[in-house]
T-cell receptor, first 113, second 113 residues
Framework: DVKVTQSSRYLVKRTGEKVFLECVQD?????MFWYRQDPGLGLRLIYF???????EKGDIPEGYSVSREKKERFSLILESASTNQTSMYLC????????????FGDGTRLSIL | AQSVAQPEDQVNVAEGNPLTVKCTYS??????LFWYVQYPNRGLQFLLK??????LVKGSYGFEAEFNKSQTSFHLKKPSALVSDSALYFC???????????FGAGTTVTVRA
């Protein structure tokens, strides 16, 4: 089975801090994604990476950046955390073929105080 | 542009009764369609997908979904619901020519004993 591991289940940070969320997958998937999940809004794509050092903006990239130095690891960075970034963050990975499902980690519930 | 609508925020059924969760979609080209389930404080788990071929798709845990091209729908069904099916369900669509997966807002299913 594919395993996608997010480094923290719960995280509390302060406004203005630089926050790192880490995600590792063990199936050699080319594609990796970061989403945020908010009640009533479903999942919204923040960033997408299709290869090492390659990235594309999703629907809501403002206030975020990403890093993919190794194929298995995809990091989400909140450059200067704000209270409106309090949310559940989900990482996913998949093969490049479009008919394959994405595999998700258990999420990081981030609170910005 | 692509989008997904899940018209019901909540679905309540008695154990043993049929369960239906509705989903309609919009894509410019041909769709890949997916259903995911999310249990509390967990990531999304893949249930089933429609790629091409038979309009009735069978998936995990006894779930199935029917693709209807003329109605642009992909409703999730289970003939006999269990209390353990209580969870949040997401429908998602991807255009075959795109990498991006668009999610509905989610439907909370509650199965009462």
């Amino acid at each position: 089975d594919v395993k996608v591991t997010q480094s923290s289940r719960y995280l509390v940070k302060r406004t203005g801090e630089k926050v790192f969320l880490e995600c590792v997958q063990d199936m050699d998937h080319e594609n990796m994604f970061w989403y945020r999940q908010d009640p009533g809004l479903g999942l919204r794509l923040i960033y997408f990476s299709y290869d090492v050092k390659m990235k594309e903006k999703g629907d809501i990239p403002e206030g975020y950046s990403v890093s993919r130095e190794k194929k298995e690891r995809f990091s989400l960075i909140l450059e200067s955390a704000s209270t409106n970034q309090t949310s559940m963050y989900l990482c996913a990975s998949t093969l490049p073929r479009g008919n394959q499902p994405q595999h998700f980690g258990d999420g990081t519930r981030l609170s910005i105080l | 542009a692509q989008s997904v609508a899940q018209p019901e925020d909540q679905v309540n059924v008695a154990e043993g009764n049929p369960l239906t969760v509705k989903c309609t979609y919009s894509v410019s080209g041909n769709p890949y369609l997916f259903w995911y389930v999310q249990y509390p404080n967990r990531g999304l788990q893949f249930l089933l997908k429609y790629i091409t071929g038979d309009n009735l798709v069978k998936g995990s845990y006894g779930f199935e979904a029917e693709f209807n091209k003329s109605q642009t729908s992909f409703h999730l069904k289970k003939p006999s619901a269990l209390v353990s099916d209580s969870a949040l369900y997401f429908c998602a669509v991807r255009d075959v020519n795109d990498y991006k997966l668009s999610f509905g807002a989610g439907t909370t299913v509650t199965v009462r004993a």
